[in-house]
């Protein structure tokens, strides 16, 4: 569903008053409550004795919380984006996706990084309801990759003290 407009006497469009949800920004918004389910599946994965059988059933609900992830993100992959605050959200879900399949710790961080250009691609400018409103869920999404970047299961922090190649060095995780 597209932002509503009107058009003033002049032929001008201005936008909405209020926010409306895109395919993608519902999408992003299940994606926003998915990742939260995966971190903490990963994370009781990680305080437990895993090795045990009777905790068996954890690492399936941590498999099934990062396949309902991987699907909401395969969902806003096909979309297409109808208002240009629809961009960031799409760039935000590819990232998470490429952040969740990382192969190495030095991999996760470079893709991280991505966050602190300043290019905006992963920012949604302007004051209005809409802006307002990805901006929120852009912010969400950037808490989730630095609760991810926490998961040893993603960035291992064996790997990153071990890692002293000067042809590939591994950027510190915050």
Do not use: N
């Amino acid at each position: 569903m597209a932002t509503r407009s009107s058009t003033t006497p002049c032929g001008v469009t201005t936008a909405s008053a209020h926010f409306t949800h895109t395919e993608i920004s519902r999408s992003f918004s299940r994606l926003i409550g998915s990742v939260s389910g995966y971190i903490e599946a990963e994370r009781d994965i990680e305080h437990a004795a895993s090795w045990d059988p009777a905790f068996l059933h954890w690492h399936r609900d941590a498999e099934v919380a990062r396949t309902q992830v991987l699907s909401t993100i395969d969902h806003i992959r096909v979309a297409v984006p109808v208002r240009p605050e629809d961009l960031p959200l799409k760039r935000m879900a590819l990232l998470l996706f490429a952040l969740i399949e990382s192969g190495s710790s030095s991999e996760f961080l470079r893709l991280a990084a991505c966050l602190e250009r300043s290019d905006g691609r992963f920012a949604c400018p302007g004051s209005g309801p809409v802006a307002r409103r990805v901006g929120a869920m852009l912010t969400a999404a950037r808490m989730q990759v630095a609760d991810l970047a926490s998961l040893t299961a993603l960035v291992d922090p064996l790997e990153i003290a071990t890692a002293d190649s000067a042809d590939d060095p591994v950027p510190v995780a915050a």
